[in-house]
C-alpha cells in the first residue's frame, strides 16, 4: 500500500457537483486516510510549490491557490501515487480533455493553473507535500482503516 497526497483546487470547491463527483471517485478507488478543507495561505504555497519558484507559472500558481479554499486528502491504495496521476489525467487541460476526457482534469479543469487538482508525484514529494499540509499526521503509524468522510 502507499500513500499520497491529493488536492482538490479552490474552483472545484466553488462547484458542488464537480466536488461531489470527485469525491465518489476518490472513495470507490482509494482508501481516505486524512481529509480536510485547508486554506492555502501564501508562505504555505509558496513553500508547497517551492521547486517551481523561478518558473514563468509560479506567481500565477502560488496566488491561484491561496484564492480559496482546497480539500486536501491523504489517500491510500496499491500503487497510490500511479493510480491518483492516472485518475487525474495530464497536468495540461488541453491534452487532457482530448486524450482523457473521463479523467478529472478532462472533465473539471479550466486551465493548466485551473487543473481541478494536484497530486505527487513520486514517494520522496508525497512525504513531503504531506507533512506541509497535514503537519499533525503521524507518517510513522500504519493507518490500516479510513478516518475520513467524504459526505462531509
Known sequence: MEI???LLKPHVLRNTFALNQIKTLIGNNFEVLEAKEV???KELSERFYAEHKGKFFYHRLTSFMNSGPCYA???QAEAG???WRQLMGPTKVFQAVYTEPQ???GMYGLSDTRNACHGSDSKASALRE???IFPEYNMEKEKLHPKANLTN
Open 73 to 75: 486528502l491523504i489517500l
Open 130 to 132: 504531506i507533512s506541509i
Open 81 to 83: 501515487i500511479q493510480k
Open 39 to 41: 486554506q492555502i495561505t
Open 4 to 6: 499520497t497526497l491529493a
Open 103 to 105: 479523467s478529472i482534469r
